[in-house]
C-alpha cells in the first residue's frame, strides 16, 4: 500500500509474477508419475483391458476346436521319420530327445487347462466321469456317455496320440540298440496303439533277440549316501 492507502499496481504486479514462477515450479512436480501412478494408469487404460478380453479368447471352444487339430496333424510327420528313416542321422537328432513327444503333452496339457477354465464349452461332469470307475454299474455304458462332451473327446484323442508316439518312439530306440527291424512295428503303433508294441516283441523273438529287453532297473545303482 502507498501512503494514500491505496493497492501500488507495481507490488501487485510483482507479487503476480512471483506466484506466477512458484505455480511453475510446482505443476512439473504434480505431473510427475510415480511407478505405481503409471501401473494403475495402465491397469485403467481401455487398451490394456481389450488385451485381456482378447486373452481370454484363448479359453474358448474353438481354442479347444483347433488344439484337436493341432493334437492330429502335428505328431503325424515325425512318425513317418522313425518308420520310413529310422537309421536316418537327422532322424535320431529330431527323435532322439524327448522334446516332441513334450511338445504333444502340452497340447494336452491346454486341452484340459481350457476345459477346467471353461467347463460350459463341453465339459464332461465329473460325477459321469466316476461312473466310467464304477464297477457296481455299467462302465462301458458310462464312457459311451462321455462321449457326448465335445471337451472330453478332445481330451482323449489327444491323450492317446501322445502315448502312441511316446511307445513308437520307444520301439523305435529299442531297434536301434538291439539291431531290430522296427518300421512295421512302429506303423502299428501308430495305427492301432498297442499291437504295434506285441508286433515289435514277436520279431525280436523271431529274429532271436529276446522276447523283451534286459530289465534296465536292475543295472542302476542308486549313489551311496555320503
Same mark, same amino acid.
Given at each position: 500500500? $502507498?501512503?494514500?492507502?491505496?493497492?501500488?499496481?507495481?507490488?501487485?504486479?510483482?507479487?503476480?509474477?512471483?506466484? $506466477?514462477? &512458484?505455480?511453475?515450479?510446482?505443476?512439473?512436480?504434480?505431473?510427475?508419475?510415480?511407478?505405481?501412478?503409471?501401473?494403475?494408469?495402465?491397469?485403467?487404460?481401455?487398451?490394456?483391458?481389450?488385451?485381456?478380453?482378447? *486373452?481370454?479368447? /484363448?479359453?474358448?471352444?474353438?481354442?479347444?476346436?483347433?488344439?484337436?487339430?493341432? *493334437?492330429?496333424?502335428?505328431?503325424?510327420?515325425?512318425?513317418? @521319420?522313425?518308420?520310413?528313416?529310422?537309421?536316418?542321422? @537327422?532322424? +535320431?537328432?529330431?527323435?532322439?530327445?524327448?522334446?516332441?513327444?513334450?511338445?504333444?503333452?502340452?497340447?494336452? @496339457?491346454?486341452?484340459?487347462?481350457?476345459?477346467?477354465?471353461?467347463? #460350459?464349452? =463341453?465339459?464332461?461332469?465329473?460325477?459321469?466321469?466316476?461312473?466310467?470307475?464304477?464297477?457296481?454299474?455299467?462302465?462301458?455304458? *458310462?464312457?459311451?456317455?462321455?462321449?457326448?462332451?465335445?471337451?472330453?473327446?478332445?481330451?482323449?484323442?489327444?491323450?492317446?496320440?501322445?502315448?502312441?508316439?511316446?511307445?513308437?518312439?520307444?520301439? %523305435?530306440?529299442?531297434?536301434? +540298440?538291439?539291431?531290430? @527291424?522296427?518300421?512295421? #512295428?512302429?506303423?502299428?503303433? $501308430? /495305427?492301432? =496303439?498297442?499291437?504295434?508294441?506285441?508286433? &515289435? %516283441?514277436?520279431?525280436?523273438?523271431?529274429? =532271436?533277440? =529276446?522276447?523283451?529287453?534286459?530289465?534296465?532297473?536292475?543295472?542302476?545303482?542308486?549313489?551311496?549316501?555320503?
Amino acid at each position: 500500500y $502507498n501512503c494514500a492507502g491505496s493497492r501500488s499496481p507495481l507490488r501487485s504486479l510483482s507479487q503476480i509474477e512471483a506466484f $506466477n514462477k &512458484h505455480k511453475n515450479k510446482i505443476l512439473p512436480l504434480a505431473s510427475t508419475s510415480t511407478p505405481s501412478t503409471t501401473r494403475l494408469s495402465a491397469f485403467l487404460d481401455p487398451s490394456m483391458i481389450l488385451s485381456v478380453q482378447e *486373452a481370454t479368447t /484363448l479359453v474358448s471352444p474353438q481354442s479347444i476346436h483347433d488344439a484337436f487339430s493341432a *493334437a492330429t496333424f502335428f505328431p503325424q510327420p515325425f512318425w513317418l @521319420f522313425i518308420i520310413l528313416l529310422p537309421n536316418s542321422s @537327422f532322424t +535320431k537328432k529330431l527323435m532322439g530327445g524327448m522334446e516332441v513327444v513334450t511338445l504333444c503333452a502340452l497340447v494336452h @496339457f491346454f486341452i484340459v487347462a481350457a476345459s477346467i477354465v471353461d467347463p #460350459s464349452s =463341453g465339459t464332461a461332469p465329473l460325477l459321469e466321469f466316476n461312473d466310467v470307475f464304477d464297477p457296481s454299474g455299467d462302465p462301458q455304458a *458310462a464312457m459311451i456317455n462321455m462321449m457326448r462332451y465335445p471337451n472330453f473327446v478332445t481330451e482323449e484323442w489327444s491323450h492317446v496320440l501322445t502315448w502312441d508316439l511316446f511307445v513308437g518312439r520307444w520301439i %523305435w530306440l529299442d531297434g536301434l +540298440k538291439r539291431g531290430i @527291424f522296427t518300421s512295421h #512295428s512302429v506303423l502299428f503303433c $501308430n /495305427l492301432i =496303439g498297442p499291437p504295434g508294441l506285441l508286433l &515289435h %516283441w514277436a520279431t525280436c523273438l523271431v529274429t =532271436g533277440k =529276446g522276447l523283451l529287453p534286459q530289465n534296465e532297473a536292475e543295472n542302476i545303482e542308486l549313489p551311496e549316501n555320503e
